[in-house]
T-cell receptor, first 110, second 112 residues
């Protein structure tokens, strides 16, 4: 039981490049979330999903897209990366209210 | 909108008790959580309390909830250097699609 895993762990992008972050969970959770964490800003919700095939916007969705084609996977896409998207990205999943987090992806956009 | 507030820093000596405080505004909170984040790692669920409880104890951790004042605290007894981390308070309610409202986190430094 791996819990929540995130791929990749680190990535450096140039401005304008695109990439996809993968989140996978093996706990059969319905709910999945993408957050970004920046110094002094705490955790901010980017997008979330309440079940396979659904997505919804969080508080900072601009510049990101998501997909939940399979229940166990939640993908976060950056179509045209900007330096303001330099951050640590966390994925989480939940069955009830408590959320279980992945180890994070550290993304730097130069 | 709803808000969760925490003090940003706390410094204690090894062996002392630590008390981390949190206030929230949502009067319909159902669950309140404490998460721990060690450097370079994800968030780990430490403990939680239902809104109809006043206290919950789990080994060295004691959670106190004052629902009238919307105040939550986490007490760590016999604090160790391994407890140095950022502690996040979060609250959730039934009407919010399982989304949690997060505090900014309290950085706990434990000095030997």
């Amino acid at each position: 039981n791996a819990g929540v895993t995130q791929t990749p762990k680190f990535r450096v992008l140039k401005t304008g490049q695109s990439m996809t972050l993968l989140c996978a969970q093996d706990m059969n959770h319905e709910y999945m979330y993408w957050y970004r964490q920046d110094p002094g800003m705490g955790l901010r919700l980017i997008h979330y999903s309440v079940g396979e095939g659904t997505t919804a916007k969080g508080e900072v969705p601009d510049g990101y897209n998501v997909s939940r084609l399979k229940k166990q996977n939640f993908l976060l896409g950056l179509e045209s990366a900007a330096p303001s998207q330099t951050s640590v990205y966390f994925c989480a999943s939940s069955y009830a209210y408590e959320q279980y987090f992945g180890p994070g992806t550290r993304l730097t956009v130069t | 909108g709803e808000d969760v507030e925490q003090s940003l820093f706390l410094s204690v000596r090894e062996g002392d008790s630590s008390v981390i405080n949190c206030t929230y505004t949502d009067s319909s909170s159902t669950y309140l959580y404490w998460y721990k984040q060690e450097p370079g790692a994800g968030l780990q669920l430490l403990t939680y309390i239902f809104s109809n409880m006043d206290m919950k104890q789990d080994q060295r951790l004691t959670v106190l909830l004052n629902k009238k004042d919307k105040h939550l605290s986490l007490r760590i007894a016999d604090t160790q250097t391994g407890d140095s981390a950022i502690y996040f308070c979060a609250e959730g309610n039934a009407g919010n699609n399982r989304k949690l409202i997060w505090g900014l986190g309290t950085s706990l430094a434990v000095n030997p």
